[in-house]
């Protein structure tokens, strides 16, 4: 099947074969096992749910067990052996969350865990943890909480955790900003707020984008000005060549006028010379 490697479960057809035909005098150490229990004949293993792995959990927690994803049309020939994707119900409270509070991605987090069970030390039934700052995981983490030990709705719980959410922000608002407030009292200097550098900062990016568009503004003027000019000087010499050329003409006709000469079928009478035709 193409790309497809297959020959590892053939492995016991292949053993079977030496036997009877007797090229090896013993059976493997793995033939009665594997005769007995054969592999399996799928490749993509089937997704496993949480619920079945927490030996907490007395009842089952459908909430958290992992969503089957939708029937739709069969999958391409290329696309068969993908694993399957997971998806959890936290996914979607993540995806709720964070694209209502997109700001709190911005904040640092800390990942690192002691031994990996950090977690499960956790009590949520209060948001604020001990020894754990306060993020949105926290209010993913209490409304699940809330969901599933509480009986209540997922939009009853959102609100519920974001309540006690925003009133820990407010105090922790208070909080610094009564401790700035007793810092610069005793005399102490923080220098500029993050609001003032972000003003300075966008008052020099104004400054200079204004520079570059004056003299944008100056140079379109200039292209401007010489395309118009050249064209004005173009006519202003044609015309002007015209004129001379039509002043000349009238000043030989004039001069010819003038000097009294006539034509006649002959041509005109030399005046002085040698006559070539006497």
Same mark, same amino acid.
């Given at each position: 099947?193409?790309?497809?490697? $297959?020959?590892?479960? +053939?492995? %016991? ?13 013993? *059976? ?6 594997? #005769? ?19 030996? +907490? ?7 958290? &067990? ?18 399957? &994707? ?40 209060? %948001? ?29 719980? !959102? ?5 006690? $959410? !925003? ?21 102490? !200097? $923080?220098?500029?707020?993050? %609001? ?8 020099? &990016? ?35 060549? #015209? ?20 034509? *006649? +079928?002959?041509? &005109? ?10």
């Amino acid at each position: 099947m193409g790309r497809y490697e $297959f020959r590892a479960q +053939r492995v %016991l057809q292949g053993a079977t074969r030496l036997l009877e035909a007797k090229r090896i005098p013993v *059976s493997p150490p793995w033939y009665d096992v594997v #005769s007995s229990i054969p592999p399996s004949e799928r490749i993509v293993r089937p997704a496993l749910h949480r619920g079945h792995l927490s030996a +907490r959990q007395t009842t089952p927690r459908t909430h958290t &067990q992992a969503v089957p994803p939708p029937r739709s049309r069969p999958k391409k020939a290329s696309r068969v052996f993908q694993p399957v &994707q997971i998806k959890y119900e936290e996914d979607y409270l993540r995806k709720e969350f964070f694209s209502d509070h997109p700001w709190e991605l911005a904040r640092p987090r800390v990942i690192l865990e002691d031994d990996g069970r950090d977690a499960q030390r956790c009590d949520w039934s209060r %948001l604020q943890q001990p020894g754990r700052a306060l993020d949105g995981e926290s209010v993913i983490q209490r409304q699940l909480y809330l969901i599933t030990h509480s009986g209540m709705s997922k939009a009853a719980a !959102y609100d519920q955790a974001r309540k006690e $959410f !925003y009133a820990i922000r407010h105090d922790q608002d208070i909080e610094r900003r009564v401790s700035r407030e007793e810092a610069l009292a005793t005399g102490a !200097y $923080f220098g500029l707020s993050n %609001l003032e550098v972000g003003m300075l900062l966008e008052d020099r &990016q104004y400054e200079n984008w204004k520079a570059w568009a004056v003299k944008e503004i100056a140079a379109q003027e200039q292209l401007k000005g010489a395309a118009y000019s050249g064209t004005e000087n173009e006519d202003a010499s044609s015309s002007a060549v #015209s004129d001379t050329g039509l002043l000349g003409e009238n000043i030989e006709l004039g001069d010819l006028k003038g000097s009294g000469l006539k034509g *006649s +079928r002959r041509g &005109q009478v030399a005046l002085g010379g040698a006559a070539v035709h006497p």
